[in-house]
């Protein structure tokens, strides 16, 4: 592996998507990922459709650049064998609860003796600190609690509705991933580990209310939390004459370019809700309006181009197979096609971002179940015997060949 963070050696005991899509992203920087799956490994490997049983698109995505080994936690050897792993490393991620965790002696505290200098990360439900510390935690019911159904139905929803995308266990994982680069920083200055801890909960609320809270940011407030604008029920895609167009038009000089551009400049210069970003906000409602009717008038294509051409800024809305043919991705390379040794051909998404200096090689296909069981505990420090014993005990297992997973 190859990248700004090669010589990162992670022990990832997360499974299903948030802690998965973080220690992913740190894969990708070229970080040595191991991923540590209970005997009947991570949820996640069974959704979606699938050439091999265990090999699901979500989980391809999501464990590229890693390597697996199979362990038994429950069982003493197991729980041994993980210690042995985090004192060969740099940080220790895990998404079950902390109380979870210290259930099976490995708490922050064991690990610690096992390697000082280790960062321990947690990336779970709830802070520690208040009475949700031990309640379980997912996706749905994270956008619930911070209330993103809610601000479907306040921004015209007839019912509420979760955001069609895991966007709590992305926004965390990402977070979660942020945190650990961060530590890795910190330590590299002082030579401390620590304990490092990205609660759900927590971090979406902080992410909605960055847009909602609104005048209850003032104490005494100085009005309701919301922000209009996004709770606008016109804020959504534009009608026009064959189909739909995205259009934000924000600064004073975009809506001067627009009334321009249909022709009615006076209405700019003249109707007093237009006379800045605060008065534009107070009447976003009627004006989002005005702009459906003038945008129902014509074609998208023309509209694509006419905004463009004033320097407003516009898309096309997008469903998942134009997104797939979309003419900047393909530009860039944005998709990839690979050969996995069992799954086949895949098509695959290069990582956003870039560096000059330390550019990240292409990441080694997601593995299968235990692939790599038996290279890590060598690395480890185990020798043969112990590996057949461990083997024959069913607390790891290995499938080190290039045929597909059994099923």
Known sequence: MSGPLEGVRIIDVTTVLMGPYATQILADQGADVV?????????????????????????LHANRGKRSIVLDLKQPEGRQALLQLAATADVLVYNVRPQAMARLGLGYEEVAAANPDILYVGVYGFDQRGPYAAKAAYDDLIQGAVGIPFLSMQAGGETPRYAPSAIADRVVGISAAQAITAGLYHRA???????????????????????????????????????????????????????????????????????????RPEVYRDD???????????????????????????????WLQALEDADIPA?????????????HLQAIGFFEAVDHPTEGR????????????????????APRLGQHSVEILKEAGYGDAHIAALLRQRVTAANDTNEPSPS
């Open 35 to 59: 991923k540590v799956e209970p005997p009947g490994g991570d949820n996640v490997r069974g959704i979606g459709p699938c050439r091999h049983p265990d090999m699901g698109g979500i989980f």
């Open 189 to 263: 200055r002082t030579g401390r580990g620590q304990a490092i801890d990205v609660p759900m909960f927590e971090t979406m609320a902080q992410l909605v209310l960055g847009d909602h809270l609104g005048g209850s940011s003032f104490d005494p407030p100085l009005g309701p939390p919301g922000y209009p604008r996004i709770l606008n029920p016109d804020r959504r895609p534009y009608a026009t004459r064959d189909g739909h167009i995205c259009v934000l038009i924000y600064s004073d000089k975009q809506w001067a370019s627009f009334f321009a551009l249909i022709g």
């Open 272 to 302: 007093p809700r237009f006379r800045d970003i605060g008065t534009r906000t107070r009447h976003i409602r009627e004006i989002y309006r005005l702009v459906a009717e003038v945008l129902a008038t014509r074609t998208t294509d023309y």
């Open 315 to 327: 898309m096309p809305m997008n469903s998942l197979d134009d997104l797939l043919r979309d003419p």
């Open 346 to 365: 895949l098509r695959t998404m290069a990582m956003a971002a870039q560096w000059s200096r330390t550019p990240p090689g292409k990441p080694r296909p």
